[in-house]
């Protein structure tokens, strides 16, 4: 045989048996597999029953625990629903007892109704019984009488009243009186100022008659230029040696009176002269005006006031009020009102405030119907015055109520300021007609026999007839005649009513 085919033999011979080994070989490795696995599966069936019967075993202890659990609260259920149940029985036995007391109760309460009733219809018959008899003897009905002692009891009340009422207000008004005099009189006493103020007057002194016609100018230029630069009325009559100048305004009235003064003293009078000079007069005026605002705020030490207010009390030094200049009497109720302040212990700065702005309005360049009270509260309270400076303002004529005690301050040192003696000024016709409204006010009222206004109209002395008005009403009778004075008139200062009634016997021996 060749050697390869030989070979070839060997070769297929060794292929053939190595494939025998191998399946030998792995037959026998699957073998022990399957057994091992035999095995394991045997460990983990037998594991599972064990975990099993474990599992059987905690389930039966956990059921056995509920068990027990349910039974012990259904027992502690059982014994709460028997507690219950004893003491609903108890309360239906109590309950039962109560419905048979109200039960007795009630009918002993119906059969003391029906006595009660009973003692009630024979009290009634005793009672009309004994009012018949009652009313026959006294002669009237029961009403009646009824009616008389409720008169008398009223009357009798009344009358106590009112004579407390007046033991207390005379106690109330001398104490106050006392308390007031010495506050007052030692106000009064510190201030020192002029009485009379001065008075702005209207005319024009003129060296000769020849001016007035050179005051005229051809054709009337010259006067209608002033009149028309100043707004003020020139009159030109038979008056020698005077012009009179009219004018409401009274800073318009002062420009036209320094400009024609000085026109008149230059000698060169024309539209244009005139003109010029009024300019200058009336830039001067305005500084005057400003100057005399700062003067006043700088005596009586007020401070943080805006310009405008200060040229606005300036305006008022050529204000006058019953011959009283305006601005000398708001620093006068400034001072006064301040001393009252600090007597009482009120705000003293407010006080001055207040009495310092109370007439602000008169300064005021408006064409408002409104009272000079409103106008200079309205200006007040633009400029963030205190609400207490603005009270005083309002309520210092009582065109509202005063709110704080520096607002009363305020309205007792304006009176004192204008009641002063030679403070203010009016005409005859004027105090004639206020006296005599005073005198027919008073004898308007019942019971009055004579009025008298006496004190220069500052006190009205009433006569009453004794059997008319007894004393309580003579009490109200003052009250009712004061009122009736604030309400009607207008005058300065207060008024003081006195009522008169006097007890008078007369006998005669023959």
């Known amino acids: 045989m060749p050697r390869y085919i030989l070979a070839v033999i060997l070769l297929l011979s060794g292929l053939v048996l190595g494939w025998i080994i191998r399946w030998f070989y792995a037959k026998f490795q699957l073998t022990s597999v399957e057994q091992k696995a035999a095995r394991l599966s045997k460990e983990a069936i037998k594991e599972a029953e064990a975990k099993k019967k474990e599992l059987l075993l905690e389930t039966k202890d956990q059921l056995l625990k509920e068990r027990q659990q349910q039974e012990r609260e259904t027992r502690e259920r059982r014994s709460e629903l028997q507690r219950l149940e004893r003491r609903l029985l108890q309360k239906e036995e109590n309950l039962e007892g109560k419905q048979l007391e109200l039960e007795n109760n009630r009918k002993q309460l119906t059969n003391r109704e029906e006595k009660l009733s009973l003692r009630e219809k024979k009290l009634t018959a005793e009672e009309e019984k004994w009012l018949s008899e009652l009313e ?26 009112q004579v407390s009422v007046n033991k207390i207000e005379q106690e109330a008004q001398l104490k106050a009186e006392k308390l007031a005099r010495d506050v007052i009189i030692t106000s009064i006493q510190r201030i020192a100022t002029d009485v009379s103020s001065e008075i702005t007057i209207s005319s024009v002194s003129l060296p000769s ?12 230029r ?18 020698p040696e005077a012009v009179v100048i009219s004018c409401f305004d009274p800073v318009r009235k002062e420009i036209a009176k320094i400009a024609l003064g000085r026109l008149i003293q230059d000698g060169r009078i024309h539209p244009a002269r005139i003109e010029e000079v009024v300019q200058k007069v009336t830039k001067e005026l305005s500084k005057t005006i400003l100057e005399e605002g700062e003067k006043i705020l700088f005596d009586l030490g007020i401070h943080n006031m805006s310009q405008e207010s200060i040229k606005v009390l300036g305006r008022l030094y050529f204000r006058t009020s019953y011959g009283q200049n305006v601005l000398y009497h708001s620093k006068e109720v400034a001072i006064l009102s301040g001393m009252i302040a600090a007597e009482v212990g009120a705000d003293r700065e407010i006080a001055k405030r207040g009495g310092l702005l109370h007439d602000i309005g008169k300064g005021v360049e408006t064409e408002s119907d409104a009272t000079h009270a409103e106008m200079g509260a309205e200006m007040a309270k633009k400029l963030g015055e205190d609400p207490r400076v603005i009270n005083s303002i309002l309520s210092h004529h009582n065109d509202v109520e005063p709110s704080c005690i520096e607002s009363v301050i305020v309205q007792i040192a304006d009176a004192i300021s204008a009641a002063r003696p030679g403070a203010r000024r009016e005409t005859l016709n004027n105090y004639v007609k206020r006296l005599e409204n005073l005198e027919r006010i008073s004898e308007s009222y019942e019971g009055v026999d004579k009025a008298y206004a006496i004190q220069a109209g500052r006190e009205l002395r009433i006569l009453v007839n004794y059997e008319a008005v007894s004393d309580e009403r003579a009490k109200e009778l003052a009250k009712d005649i004061a009122k009736r004075i604030e309400a009607e008139m207008r005058y300065p200062g207060r008024i003081k009513v006195t009522i008169i009634r006097e007890t008078r016997v007369v006998e005669y021996a023959r």
Do not use: F, P, W
């Not at 008659?209 to 009337?220: F, L, P, Q, V």
């Open 136 to 161: 026959r003897i006294a002669g009237m009905r029961s009403d009646e009488a009824k009616q008389i002692i409720m008169d008398s009891m009223i009357n009798d009340a009344r009358h106590d009243a």
């Open 209 to 220: 008659d020849e001016m007035k016609g050179r005051i005229i100018g051809r054709e009337g």
């Open 222 to 239: 010259n006067i209608r230029t002033l009149e028309t630069l100043t707004g003020v009325d020139v009159i030109i009559d038979d008056t």
